[in-house]
Structures are given as structure tokens and as C-alpha cells.
């Protein structure tokens, strides 16, 4: 009895210990791909619900391993939140952001890029000091990019309250993003300074599905209108959706009805048969 116990701690230890092998390799591999620039980015345009005008789009981090294998964003962002090198993904997406950023607006002088922070890109400086200047390198405005901060990087913290209000000063639109997701409040979505609210897929999936859930998503939509904020409708997949959300005068949408994430030519492509607002 006892013996057999032994063996099957042993066992448990040894899987355990593969795995966070297995996860530290992993990490390794992210970081080499991190600091060697092969962190590619897409682009998924965002358009204004009520023109059909595109108004600019949310840049996402794209990781393919060595060996080929496409990593999903949600599992190598959490694995570099972990491993505690997220700020270096952000940096990295943000270069090449204000790269394209450069380029797009040659064509498309209003259009402006969404970047995701981290919450721990919120307890550190670095991001928006480096943003400020890569911006003025290139002889962007701070209004071509836009924030967008979770609902959980919203956490009662002085310093990312303080660092929210200085991406403001500097003239960044800040979004919370993923909005419905986390258990915050009005009052407490009141306490930071915001501009845009984006409204979770999750509710938008129920739009004519899920009395229930419909109703919540009306009560985010009348909360954002009284904390003045506009909104960003995301997951957007049917014209049922859009006119559901126009009808409830949400402001913006995203989603696979009106593009997939796109690399820097498909979107200007996209921009191109689509007038810009
Ligand atoms: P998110 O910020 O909520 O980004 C939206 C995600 O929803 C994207 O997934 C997008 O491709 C997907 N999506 C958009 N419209 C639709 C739709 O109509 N239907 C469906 N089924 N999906 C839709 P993606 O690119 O896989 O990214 C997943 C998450 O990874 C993002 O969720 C974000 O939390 C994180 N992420 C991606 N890039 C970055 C980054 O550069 N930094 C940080 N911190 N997080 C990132
Ligand atoms: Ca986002
Ligand atoms: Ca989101
Ligand atoms: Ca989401």
C-alpha cells in the first residue's frame, strides 16, 4: 500500500516536472522569437456603425513557432505574463505598430491602431514613455494610437490609475476592453479615466438568442452612455448583430462580418474599398 502511494507521488512529480520543462522551453522560444523579431502582427478593422466608415483597427500579436506550429495569442500573452516579459511583447508589437502606423497614414491620414496593454504594462513606465517617443521619432500624433486595458488590468492600484490618466494627458484614447467579462461596477468604472467601452463578444453572441444576456448588454450599453462613454461592439459576426447594435446606438463594431484580422496589405486593401471616416 504504502509503496504503491510512493510510486504514484513519483509518477505526479514526474509529470509535473515535464511540464513546467516543457512550459520554461516554451517561454525560451517566445523570448528568442520576442527579441528576434519575429513577432508578426495582424490588423482587424474597426467601423463606425452608423456609415460603415472604418475608423481605424486593433493590432494583434501573431507568434509561429520554429517548427511552424501557430501559437495562439491568448496562450503565448498569458505564457509572457507569466514568464514576466510581457512588456518586452508589448514594445515589440508597438514598433511595429508605429512602423505601418507610418505608412497608413500616408493613404489614410485619420486612421489610428488599437494597441492591448498587459496589466502589467500598467505597474511599469517603460510602455508609455517608449510609445511617447516612438511616436515623435516618427512624426505621429498620440491620437493614432488608441489603448485598449482589460477589465482585469482595472485593478485597484495607484499606479495604474495614474499611469491610465498620463496616457490621457498625452493625448491617447483609452479603452477598457473586454468589458462584461469582470465583476467591475459603474462606480467603480467611474474611479478611472476612460474613454470607450468595448463590449465583450460573449454579449454580443446572445443578440437574438439569450433574452437574458441581451438584457445585460442593454444595461452596459445605458451605463457607458452615462459615464460618456462610446462604445466598441466586438465579435460583430452577423447583420442580424449590426442591426441590433445600431438600433441600440452603439457606436463602433469589430468582427468577422466585417473582416477578419488582416496583415498590413490585406487591411489596406480594406481601407481602400472602404471610405475612411
Ligand atoms: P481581444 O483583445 O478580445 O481581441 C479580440 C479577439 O477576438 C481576437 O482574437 C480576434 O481575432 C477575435 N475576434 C474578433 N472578431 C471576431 C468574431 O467575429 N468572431 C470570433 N470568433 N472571434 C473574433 P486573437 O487575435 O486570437 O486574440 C486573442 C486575445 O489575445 C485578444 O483578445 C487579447 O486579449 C490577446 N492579445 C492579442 N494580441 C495581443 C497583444 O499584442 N497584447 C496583449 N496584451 N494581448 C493580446
Ligand atoms: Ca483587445
Ligand atoms: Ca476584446
Ligand atoms: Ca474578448
Not at 60 to 65: C, K, Q, V
Not at 116 to 142: F, H, I, K, M
Request: aromatic share 8%; hydrophobic share 45%.
Amino acid at each position: 500500500g504504502a509503496a504503491f502511494g510512493l510510486v504514484l507521488v513519483a509518477l505526479w512529480f514526474l509529470l509535473i516536472l515535464r511540464y513546467s520543462r516543457h512550459q520554461l522551453s516554451l517561454a525560451t522560444e517566445l523570448r528568442r522569437a520576442v527579441a528576434g523579431e519575429h513577432i508578426r502582427v495582424q490588423y482587424q478593422p474597426v467601423v463606425e456603425l452608423a456609415t460603415g466608415h472604418c475608423i481605424g483597427a486593433e493590432v494583434l500579436a501573431r507568434w509561429t513557432r520554429d517548427d511552424g506550429e501557430v501559437m495562439r495569442p491568448d496562450v503565448f500573452i498569458a505564457l509572457a505574463e507569466e514568464a514576466g516579459f510581457i512588456q518586452d511583447v508589448t514594445l515589440a508589437v508597438m514598433r511595429i505598430a508605429v512602423r505601418d502606423l507610418t505608412q497608413l497614414r500616408r493613404e489614410f491620414p485619420g486612421i489610428a491602431v488599437n494597441l492591448n496593454l498587459a496589466p502589467a504594462d500598467l505597474q511599469d513606465e517603460r510602455v508609455g514613455t517608449t510609445l511617447a517617443s516612438s511616436l515623435a521619432a516618427a512624426g505621429l500624433p498620440p491620437d493614432a494610437i488608441k489603448l485598449e486595458i482589460t477589465e482585469r488590468a482595472l485593478v485597484n492600484s495607484n499606479t495604474s490609475r495614474a499611469l491610465i490618466r498620463d496616457f490621457r494627458r498625452r493625448g491617447h484614447e483609452v479603452a477598457v476592453d473586454d468589458f462584461g467579462t469582470g465583476y467591475s461596477s459603474l462606480s467603480y468604472l467611474q474611479t478611472f479615466e476612460l474613454d470607450v467601452l468595448k463590449i465583450d463578444k460573449s454579449f454580443v453572441d446572445a443578440i437574438g438568442k439569450e433574452a437574458a444576456t441581451s438584457q445585460v448588454i442593454v444595461h452596459v450599453i445605458e451605463m457607458a452612455r452615462s459615464l460618456g462613454l462610446a462604445t466598441v461592439a466586438e465579435g460583430v459576426e452577423t447583420a442580424e448583430q449590426e442591426r441590433w447594435l445600431q438600433e441600440h446606438r452603439v457606436a463602433f463594431g469589430q468582427g468577422y462580418y466585417y473582416s477578419k484580422p488582416l496583415d498590413l496589405e490585406g487591411y489596406v486593401e480594406f481601407l481602400r474599398r472602404r471610405r475612411t471616416a
